[in-house]
């Protein structure tokens, strides 16, 4: 169970960003309509998207952090991977919203450049979410909570794509106003790609997807305990950001209960204190009765 205190921060790091945003998407999207810029209002609608998936984020989390009861035995803690799934179908939404703005900005093509007043509000609203990446980044090296490593790379993203449009407004003043509409479609194109990716990523542990290659290190590290005649099967899944790892091994058939309790118990003292897996279940079977893991 992580700390109070490291909620806080993860708390601390959403509201930074959702302050972050919310202050750039005002800036973006009042100034688009201004200057006639469909890249700074791509970019607003980006930022505008990110108050609202941030804000469902921070929800999940605060659901996901109450503890398990009757029906919820271990925990809410998938709470969490709902929220960024729901988050990642807003901005399904607001990506398409933004690339059929860009399309239609494009085949209503004028030679007017956007005014520099545009560039200057992208180059900004990039430093204020730069320094939200900053924090978000070192929040997730002290908490290692997934959701913050979304809202971290949300916050990359978005820089980089006001960075993309700053450049491409201030491109547009030297008679390539072409350039701010096509810019507004790459934008968008970002956006859903973002989104995709998340979609992918928390669906993925919604249905028990688990990283291979740790399982493999688990398996490993789990071998070469004494005691451990051979790993029957091992199997991994995420409860949020909680790893929880299932593992059948044989061990010999003479020990005693005790002995073979003192072998588990050894297997969890290294997961958690060499991986960080806090939840570990092992089942053991003696050598001679041991079962082959069902095929893949």
Known sequence: MK??????????????S??????????????SFMTGSSALYADGLNSASDVVSTLIILIGLR????????EHR????????????????????????ALINGVRKFFEFSPEAPDMLAAT???ISMAIIGVSAVINFALFKRTKVSSVWVIAKHNVSDALTAFGAF?????????????????????????????????MESG??????????????????VQNIDGVIEICDIRGRMLGNVPTIDVTIAVDGNLTVLESHEIADHIEQVLDHDYGVKRTYIHIEPEQLQTKAPPE
């Open 204 to 221: 993925n542990s919604l249905i028990d997807g688990f990283d291979v290659k740790a399982l493999a290190i688990y398996r490993e590290a």
């Open 74 to 97: 271990y925990g809410h803690y998938r709470i969490e991977q709902i929220a960024s799934l729901i988050a990642s179908i807003v901005m399904f939404y607001v990506g398409f919203e």
């Open 18 to 31: 959702i302050g972050a945003y919310i202050i750039a998407a005002v800036m973006k999207v009042s100034v």
């Open 63 to 70: 659901l996901s952090r109450h503890p398990g009861d009757d």
């Open 3 to 16: 700390k109070l205190s490291e909620y806080a921060l993860v708390d601390i790091g959403t509201y930074v």
């Open 167 to 199: 450049v491409a407004i201030a491109a547009s003043q030297f008679n390539m106003a072409w350039i701010d509409p096509i810019a507004s479609v790459l934008i968008a194109a970002i956006i859903i790609k973002t989104a995709f990716d998340i979609f």
């Open 121 to 123: 509000v992208a180059l």
